[in-house]
Each structure stands twice: as C-alpha cells, then as structure tokens.
C-alpha cells in the first residue's frame, strides 16, 4: 500500500497561471514531510520540510501547506523556469537516519 | 563545495557483468543512501548506512551489494547485472542529527543491462 500519493501525475499550466500540487500520506505519527524538485537529467533538489498540521513554509513563487492527511504545492503565477517534476516524501519511522520514502511525483509544464 | 559526486554518469552492461557505482559526499554528514528511480514507480531505497560502519537494506535490496568505506564514500555492487537493474541510481546523503534532515542527492549514474 502506498505511503505517499501524488496527484495529479502530470499538469500543464499557461505562465501565471496559478495551481496546486497534491500530496497525501497514510503513515501514522508523521515526523517530517519533505518536497523536492527534479530537473531532468538531475538528482531531487531538496525545497522544504513539514512537521506539523498547520505549517507552512514559502520559497519564491512555491508555498507548501501541510494537513493531518495531505500537503499541498501551492504555485503562484509560475514562469516557464519553474518546469520540473515535484516530488513529495516522508520520512521512515526509524529516527531519522533510514531515509525517505517518496511519492511518483508530479511532472510540471508552464507553458510561456 | 561538490556536495554529493556520483561515478560513473552512464554505464552499459551486459547480462552477468559485475560493476561498482561510486558515491562520495564533502559536507560531513552522518548517512549515506543509495535509490533507484525507474518510470512509474518513482524513487526506491536500496540500502543505507545510517553511519559509518553500518549498513542496513531498504525497499529493493536484491541483487545488490553495499560497502560504507568511510565517513565520505558509499559504494552500490551490482555482482551479476539483470536487464531488470536497468535504471537511474541516486546516491544520497543527510547529517539525520534528528527529525527532519533532508537528503542531498548527486545527479545519478544512467545504467543500461543487456
């Protein structure tokens, strides 16, 4: 069963033209909730973490929220730069050091 | 500052061939990981070493191997290559000081299985 759910797969978008971005998590006692971007031909650039419902966190033109069952990518007024697949992730419950576990991403297209 | 360097960046195989793909990081930190990324089914952890001198599996550790060399380099063996291995791998690494350390990742070794 999936931990970490992305929706939607794949979402093209008219420059300035704002969205969201989903991600909802069915582990118990989430301890950090993580979103990346990844440019093709590149590793996951890390961009923010979430602890609790109710936080959220902004970089530029991206604001993520967090929820007891989701968290969201908020995209305001997007440039054709912002173009990449968005990747969410939790954080496994063995302390910290055994990784992250992370959804199948969202491919993002702004189109100019 | 490199961060975390992967070699090599692409690699042909063919069915049976052993090969080493090589990972260090200069920022000190305390894990290291190894992932896979394959269409349609995102990123997967291999193995981790959680600190020097540990190793530990993950999701999808068969046919793999790992060494933690030392504090900077973690190396992934593939001893017998299966067009299944076909893939991206992602080295990772992350000070994991406690909740909430985010993983650095390099840019990937491309691996191709005859």
Same mark, same amino acid.
């Given at each position: 069963? %999936?931990?970490?759910?992305?929706?939607?797969?794949?979402?093209?978008?008219? *420059?300035?033209?704002?969205?969201?971005?989903?991600?909802?998590?069915?582990?118990?006692? =989430? @301890?950090?909730?993580?979103?990346?971007?990844? %440019?093709?031909?590149?590793?996951?650039?890390?961009?923010?973490?979430?602890? +609790?419902?109710?936080?959220?966190?902004?970089?530029?033109?991206?604001?993520?929220? =967090?929820?007891?069952?989701?968290?969201? =990518?908020?995209?305001?007024?997007?440039?054709?730069?912002?173009?990449?697949?968005? =990747?969410?992730?939790?954080?496994?419950?063995?302390?910290?050091? %055994?990784? #992250?576990?992370?959804?199948?991403?969202?491919?993002?297209?702004?189109?100019? | 500052?490199?961060?975390?360097?992967?070699?090599?960046?692409?690699?042909? $195989?063919?069915?049976?061939?052993?090969?080493?793909?090589?990972?260090?990081?200069?920022?000190?930190?305390?894990?290291?990981?190894?992932?896979?990324?394959?269409?349609?089914?995102? #990123? @997967? $952890?291999?193995?981790? /070493?959680?600190?020097?001198?540990?190793?530990?599996?993950?999701?999808?550790?068969?046919?793999?191997?790992? /060494?933690?060399?030392?504090?900077? *380099?973690? +190396?992934?063996?593939? *001893?017998?290559?299966?067009? /299944?291995?076909?893939?991206?791998?992602?080295?990772? /690494?992350?000070?994991?000081?406690?909740?909430?350390?985010?993983?650095?990742?390099?840019?990937?070794?491309? #691996?191709?299985?005859?």
């Amino acid at each position: 069963e %999936d931990q970490v759910t992305q929706s939607p797969e794949a979402l093209r978008l008219q *420059e300035g033209e704002s969205s969201s971005l989903n991600c909802s998590y069915t582990v118990s006692g =989430l @301890r950090g909730l993580f979103w990346y971007r990844q %440019d093709p031909g590149k590793g996951p650039e890390f961009l923010f973490t979430l602890y +609790s419902a109710g936080e959220e966190k902004e970089k530029e033109r991206l604001k993520a929220t =967090l929820t007891k069952k989701e968290s969201f =990518l908020h995209i305001t007024a997007p440039k054709p730069e912002d173009s990449a697949t968005y =990747l969410c992730a939790v954080e496994n419950p063995g302390g910290g050091a %055994d990784g #992250l576990t992370f959804g199948k991403g969202t491919h993002l297209i702004i189109q100019p | 500052n490199a961060g975390v360097t992967q070699t090599p960046k692409f690699q042909v $195989l063919k069915t049976g061939q052993s090969m080493t793909l090589q990972c260090a990081q200069d920022m000190n930190h305390n894990s290291m990981y190894w992932y896979r990324q394959d269409p349609g089914m995102g #990123l @997967r $952890l291999i193995y981790y /070493s959680a600190s020097e001198g540990t190793t530990d599996k993950g999701e999808v550790p068969n046919g793999y191997n790992v /060494s933690r060399l030392n504090k900077r *380099e973690f +190396s992934l063996r593939l *001893e017998s290559a299966a067009p /299944s291995q076909t893939s991206v791998y992602f080295c990772a /690494s992350s000070e994991a000081s406690g909740r909430g350390s985010p993983l650095h990742f390099g840019n990937g070794t491309r #691996l191709t299985v005859t």
